[in-house]
DNA sequence: TCTTCGTGACGAACAGTGTTCTCCCATGGA
DNA sequence: TCCATGGGAGAACACTGTTCGTCACGAAGA
């Protein structure tokens, strides 16, 4: 991993190869997405600074401007490499929940295993890259097979979206190794607040902090996907 | 070397009286708080600063830092100021359903009315405020009066609050004025795309970008609320 | 009444941020 | 061989949240 730095000092006949050769390759717009990426796996996403992904290719942040138009852009470009992992399968009516169950697990999965990324989805605008829309034509097919009409299909392929990546993003941000102490402090937390004003809480302390993870998420993908199979009219529960 | 500007020139007995009384009142957390909603009213989140919200009290932000420990708690109190205008009313069994749903209803237009506060609610931490919990205390209360077992209140009470904040973010990002402009481009961009690799969403376009407001979100309210009326073992359906 | 003391106020500064301007120079086509 | 084009990149701009050190003022103590 040599930098730019170790040009100095070098005899001038040298420097066209020296400024060619550590050029590895040229700047282009997948390899600052990559680059991208490898910044938030490695130190999540507060870490990523356009200055950054320039440092991590051996330039400034300067020279990122002529292959990607703003941080946004870039945020939309590497959500989009990241979907590209998801797998996807034709939509088959007999099976259709289970489906796209298995799509939004693997969703969710994709930005989770990617840090705290899932914070730029939450952000980001109504998704328009390539992959982005091969999920949601995915998806939209699903629920279409499974005989929902045009605009029940349309409301919930936004609202099954909506939930996997803000739930995604809710556990990202307490995530990693500290969630134990985490949901500790929070019990902690509410043994000390008054009981007569909030009974509930404080008797139900052990419940509402009880498995921020998997499970969490499998009790409401239930109750939209049930939810959404019983708008179509032939046969729901 | 004279240290303030402003006072250059006056007499020296005046510099008493003079910094005595534009300060009508000392600085409090109250007053940051309110002062920090009116920006968000006036000029949106993006707007809201620490330098910005000490200007609007005739100050500078270091001053600020005495009453609040820094911004995220500043922003947990503006939510928490929005928070005690949401109406609450004790639980009733017989109609909990419909109670839950307007409780929801009056958080969202609440976020709503001003401007993209919801902005800070989807990035907040889990609300330990005294009025976010009046709200989780009351929806609890709710849930359990329909006879939702500990866990799936628990769970509920999470999910309702999470799909709340998280549209109203995002109506509130595509809101305004040119929410018809908006959606225009969106339509517009999608006769763009190949429609032989987006069957789907080329095909329903319309039904894709119809209606940004209301109608969604009690679509997704029902659904949710219905998946979990039918939790309770003695009658859902 | 005079003096000390603590605390809120606050200007300046620090270490960042995204983005743009402007120049430099290597490369490809004529 | 010459020149134009366009990417690379340093510096700068206008910000951000936050901290430091100083300063003035009201209250308590002598």
């Given at each position: 991993?040599t930098?730019?730095?170790?040009?100095?000092?070098?005899?001038?006949?040298?420097?066209d190869?020296?400024?060619?050769?550590?050029?590895?390759?040229?700047?282009?717009?997948?390899?600052?997405?990559?680059?991208?990426?490898?910044?938030?796996?490695?130190?999540?996403?507060?870490?990523?600074?356009?200055?950054?992904?320039?440092?991590?290719?051996?330039?400034?942040?300067?020279?990122?401007?002529?292959?990607?138009?703003?941080k946004?852009?870039?945020?939309?470009?590497v959500?989009?490499?990241?979907?590209?992992?998801?797998?996807?399968?034709?939509?088959?009516?007999?099976?259709?929940?289970?489906?796209v169950?298995?799509?939004?697990?693997?969703?969710?999965?994709?930005?989770?295993?990617?840090?705290?990324?899932?914070?730029?989805?939450?952000?980001?605008?109504?998704?328009?890259?390539?992959?982005?829309?091969?999920?949601a034509?995915?998806?939209?097919?699903?629920?279409?097979?499974?005989?929902?009409?045009?605009?029940?299909?349309?409301?919930?392929?936004?609202?099954?979206?909506?939930?996997?990546?803000?739930?995604?993003?809710?556990?990202?941000?307490?995530?990693?190794?500290?969630?134990?102490?985490?949901?500790?402090?929070?019990?902690?937390?509410?043994?000390?607040?008054?009981?007569?004003?909030?009974?509930?809480?404080?008797?139900?302390?052990?419940?509402?902090?009880?498995?921020?993870?998997?499970?969490?998420?499998?009790?409401?993908?239930?109750?939209?996907?049930?939810?959404?199979?019983?708008?179509?009219p032939?046969?729901?529960?």
């Amino acid at each position: 991993m040599t930098s730019a730095a170790p040009r100095s000092g070098w005899p001038e006949h040298w420097r066209d190869k020296a400024k060619a050769a550590p050029r590895r390759q040229p700047l282009s717009r997948e390899r600052i997405v990559e680059a991208a990426l490898r910044i938030v796996d490695a130190e999540g996403m507060d870490a990523l600074s356009m200055r950054r992904v320039g440092q991590e290719l051996g330039t400034g942040a300067a020279s990122l401007y002529a292959h990607v138009g703003s941080k946004e852009e870039l945020l939309e470009l590497v959500l989009d490499l990241v979907y590209a992992d998801i797998e996807l399968e034709p939509a088959d009516p007999e099976r259709w929940q289970e489906q796209v169950k298995r799509l939004l697990r693997n969703s969710r999965e994709a930005l989770l295993s990617h840090r705290d990324l899932a914070k730029a989805a939450v952000v980001a605008n109504v998704p328009v890259t390539p992959h982005a829309m091969d999920i949601a034509e995915t998806m939209l097919a699903m629920l279409r097979a499974g005989g929902l009409d045009e605009q029940t299909a349309a409301y919930g392929v936004d609202l099954l979206g909506l939930y996997t990546t803000a739930t995604a993003f809710e556990a990202s941000t307490r995530g990693g190794a500290d969630t134990q102490e985490f949901t500790g402090r929070i019990r902690d937390y509410f043994a000390t607040i008054p009981a007569e004003r909030y009974p509930m809480i404080t008797s139900m302390a052990v419940a509402l902090t009880r498995n921020v993870g998997e499970e969490r998420f499998e009790f409401g993908l239930d109750i939209l996907v049930a939810g959404l199979a019983r708008q179509v009219p032939d046969g729901g529960a």
